[in-house]
C-alpha cells in the first residue's frame, strides 16, 4: 500500500513538472526572440532615421550649391550689376521661405591695384555710404564683399571685409579658383556673429567666377581670368533646422566634424538635450557614423541615440514578457499539479476500496471453508453416530438370535455349544466396541500428558504381537515380527502405548486379506524408538492420507461396513503419540498396495 503511495506521489508530479520545464524552456525562448527582434527592430529604425538625416544634409548641401551656381549665372549673365540688381535677384529667391538656414548670397569681388578707390566711389554711388575695405592690406590684389543680400544689420558688418585674409575663408577661396567648384570653408565664426551664448559656428560655400565669356581650363587661366566669387555664409545650427524639425525631442542627436575628429573642429552639435547618465546606458544606445563631401571637404557626421529613441524601442517590455510567461508556468504547473494529486487520491481510493473488496473476498472464502469444514464434521458425526449404532446392532442382534435358539428345549448338545460361543463371542465385540468408545472419550479429553512411567518397549511390543498372531492365524494371514530392541525403555504410559501398537496391529491384519502378510518391526533410530508395521492388504489413496488420522474419519463407510469398526482407532493412536512427544506416519503406495505404519517415540536413555 505504501509502496503504491509512494509511486502514485511520483507519477504526481513527473508531469506537472515536465510541464514546467517546457513552459519555461518556451518562454525563456520566446522572452529571447522578442528581444532579439525588438533590438533587430531597434537597429533597422535607427539606421533609417540615419539614413534619413544623411540625405537631408545631402540634399540640403545640393540645393545650396545650386542656389550659388544659378547666383553665378545671375553674375555672369547681367551686365549692368550694381547693388540693387543683385538685391532683386535674392529678394526673388525668398531665401528665407525656400532655402532656410542660408543667410544670404554675397558677391566676393576680386579688385586689382589701382582698382580700390573706383571701387569705393562706386559703393558710395549704390548707397554704401561709409563703404570701407577691411582689414587694411597692402598687397597687390584684394578681395572684398561687395554685396550680401538680404543687408540687414548683421549682413552689413561683413560688407568690404576681404575673406583672403582669414585662413580657413582663404584656403576655401583658393580651392574654389583652381577647381572652378563650389568649395565649403572649414570650420569659422561668420563676422555677422556677436559674442555671446548663441554665437555659433558656421562655415561658407564659395563658387568662382571667371570673366565673361572666359572657360579658363588651366590652372594659370583661372587664376588670371577670376574676377571674384558669389558665396553663402551659412551659420552651422540653422543650417540643420529643418533637417531635424524638433530636436529638442529628436531621436538621434548629432555631431558633425569637418575633417577629422577631434573637438576643436567641430561644426555643428546637437545632442544638448542627453541626460547625464544617458551614455552609460550602452544597452538602449546606438551610434553610427557617416561621411559626407561637401563642395570639396569631409564631414564627419557622428549620430548617437538619444532617450526619445530607447523610449519608443520594444526592448522595455522583455522583463515583463518573461515574467508573464512565468507566472503562466507555474500557473499551469499549479492547475496540472492540482489535477495530478486529484486523479492520484481518486487512484489511492479506488485501490483502496479494491484491497477492501479483496479482504472482503478473502473472509468471504475463509467463512465458506470453515462453513464447509463444519458441515463436513457435522456429516462425519452423523456418519460416526450411524456406525457406531449399526456397530453396536450387529452382535446385539447376533446375541438376541443365539439367545432366542438357547430357548428351544429340544436343542442338540452340539447346537447349545456353539450358540453358547457365538453369544460369548458377540459380547465380547460389543464389550470391545463400549471399551473402544469409552477409551476415546477418556483420551481425547485429556489434554496433558500421561502420568510417565519407564516402560520396557520390548516387551510392550512383545505382547502386542502376541495378542495378535490368533487372530492373524485364524484369517490366515501370515504374521511375522523382528525386533531389535534390547531392554530399551521409554517415559510413558504402559497401557496407553498398548492401545497404540494394538490399533495398528489390529487394523494391518484387519485390512489384509487371507493369504497376505503382516510385518512388525521394533527398532531404535536415532535416539528414539522406532515401530514399524506393514501389510500387503487394501492400502489407502493419496487423497486420504491426510485425513486418515482425523476424528470419525473412515477411509470408506462401505468397507469399512465390511471390516468393522467404528473409525476411532487412529485417531486415539495419534492423540497418544503426541501426548508422548512422538510421531506417527502413513505410507501407501495407493489402494490394494498394502500400507506401512511408522511410529516414533523418544528414547529414554539410561
Ligand atoms: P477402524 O479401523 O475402526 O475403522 P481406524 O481409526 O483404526 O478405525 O481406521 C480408520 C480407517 O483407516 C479405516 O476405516 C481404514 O479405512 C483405514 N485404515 C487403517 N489402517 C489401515 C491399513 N492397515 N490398511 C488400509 N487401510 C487402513
Not at 500557473?331 to 472482503?360: C, D, H, N, P, V
Not at 473472509?363 to 456429516?379: D, F, H, I
Not at 501426548?579 to 495407493?590: A, P
Request: hydrophobic fraction near 40%.
Amino acid at each position: 500500500m505504501s509502496d503504491l503511495t509512494g509511486k502514485l506521489k511520483n507519477s504526481v508530479l513527473k508531469l506537472p513538472l515536465l510541464i514546467l520545464v517546457v513552459s519555461v524552456l518556451v518562454t525563456i525562448g520566446i522572452t529571447y526572440n522578442f528581444y532579439q527582434s525588438s533590438k533587430n527592430k531597434d537597429t533597422v529604425r535607427f539606421n533609417n532615421e540615419v539614413a534619413g538625416i544623411q540625405s537631408k544634409i545631402e540634399n540640403k548641401v545640393d540645393l545650396c550649391v545650386a542656389l550659388l551656381k544659378g547666383g553665378r549665372g545671375f553674375v555672369e549673365s547681367t551686365d549692368n550689376l550694381n547693388r540693387q540688381t543683385f538685391a532683386n535677384y535674392v529678394k526673388s529667391l525668398e531665401l528665407s521661405v525656400n532655402y532656410v538656414g542660408v543667410q544670404g548670397i554675397g558677391y566676393n569681388k576680386i579688385i586689382l591695384p589701382g582698382e580700390k578707390e573706383s571701387l569705393e566711389a562706386q559703393m558710395k554711388d549704390e548707397g554704401y555710404t561709409d563703404f570701407k575695405l577691411f582689414p587694411e592690406s597692402a598687397g597687390s590684389a584684394q578681395q572684398a564683399i561687395i554685396y550680401l543680400e538680404p543687408l540687414n544689420e548683421k549682413n552689413k558688418k561683413a560688407i568690404g571685409f576681404d575673406m583672403s585674409t582669414e585662413k580657413n575663408r582663404r584656403e576655401a577661396l583658393e580651392r574654389a579658383r583652381d577647381t572652378g567648384n563650389a568649395a565649403a570653408s572649414a570650420k569659422i565664426f561668420l563676422l555677422q556673429e556677436e559674442e555671446g551664448s548663441d554665437r555659433q559656428s558656421g562655415f561658407l560655400i564659395y563658387l568662382p567666377i571667371y570673366k565673361s565669356g572666359s572657360s579658363p581650363l588651366t590652372l594659370a587661366d583661372k587664376r588670371q581670368n577670376l574676377i571674384g566669387y558669389i558665396y553663402s555664409p551659412f551659420r552651422s545650427r540653422d543650417f540643420l533646422a529643418d533637417v531635424q524639425e524638433d530636436a529638442s525631442n529628436s531621436n538621434v542627436a548629432l555631431k558633425i566634424y569637418d575633417g577629422d575628429r577631434t573637438s576643436e573642429n567641430i561644426l555643428i552639435q546637437t545632442d544638448q538635450s542627453q541626460p547625464a547618465n544617458f551614455s552609460e546606458q550602452i544597452e538602449s544606445k546606438y551610434e553610427a557614423q557617416g561621411d559626407l563631401n561637401v563642395a570639396g571637404r569631409n564631414w564627419i557626421i557622428s549620430y548617437s541615440s538619444l532617450p526619445a529613441f530607447a523610449a519608443q524601442s520594444s526592448v522595455g517590455w522583455t522583463p515583463l514578457i518573461f515574467l508573464s510567461g512565468m507566472m503562466f508556468s507555474l500557473l499551469i504547473f499549479g492547475t496540472t499539479y492540482w489535477e495530478a494529486s486529484a486523479r492520484a487520491e481518486m487512484q489511492k481510493i479506488a485501490a483502496e476500496l479494491f484491497e477492501l473488496e479483496k479482504q472482503k473476498q478473502n473472509l468471504l472464502e475463509k467463512e465458506q471453508t470453515a462453513r464447509q469444514s463444519a458441515e463436513q464434521a457435522n456429516k462425519t458425526k452423523d456418519e460416526f453416530i450411524a456406525v457406531v449404532s449399526h456397530e453396536l446392532r450387529t452382535p446385539l442382534n447376533a446375541i438376541a438370535g443365539w439367545a432366542r435358539i438357547l430357548r428351544a428345549e429340544d436343542l442338540s448338545s452340539g447346537t447349545r455349544k456353539l450358540a453358547l460361543e457365538k453369544v460369548d463371542k458377540n459380547l465380547r465385540l460389543q464389550t470391545k466396541l463400549i471399551e473402544e468408545l469409552l477409551e476415546y472419550s477418556q483420551i481425547i479429553s485429556e489434554e496433558v500428558s500421561p502420568e510417565k512411567k519407564p516402560v520396557f518397549f520390548s516387551e510392550v511390543f512383545e505382547f502386542a504381537c502376541q495378542q495378535i498372531s490368533e487372530p492373524a492365524r485364524d484369517k490366515n494371514v501370515e504374521f511375522v515380527k523382528q525386533s531389535e530392541l534390547n531392554g530399551h525403555i521409554i517415559l510413558g504410559d504402559e497401557e496407553k502405548i498398548k492401545i497404540v501398537l494394538n490399533n495398528l496391529l489390529s487394523n494391518a491384519v484387519k485390512f489384509t486379506d487371507a493369504g497376505g502378510r503382516v510385518e512388525a518391526i521394533a527398532k531404535a533410530n536415532n535416539g528414539n524408538i522406532q515401530m514399524i508395521v506393514k501389510d500387503t492388504g487394501k492400502g489407502i489413496s493419496p487423497q486420504y492420507i491426510p485425513h486418515i488420522f482425523e476424528i470419525f474419519n473412515q477411509h470408506d463407510n462401505s468397507t469399512t461396513r465390511a471390516y468393522g469398526g467404528l473409525g476411532l482407532g487412529l485417531a486415539i493412536s495419534n492423540h497418544i503419540v503426541k501426548l508422548h512427544n512422538g510421531t506417527i506416519e502413513v505410507k501407501s503406495r495407493g489402494e490394494g498396495k498394502g500400507a506401512t505404519f511408522i511410529v516414533n517415540l523418544p528414547h529414554q536413555i539410561q
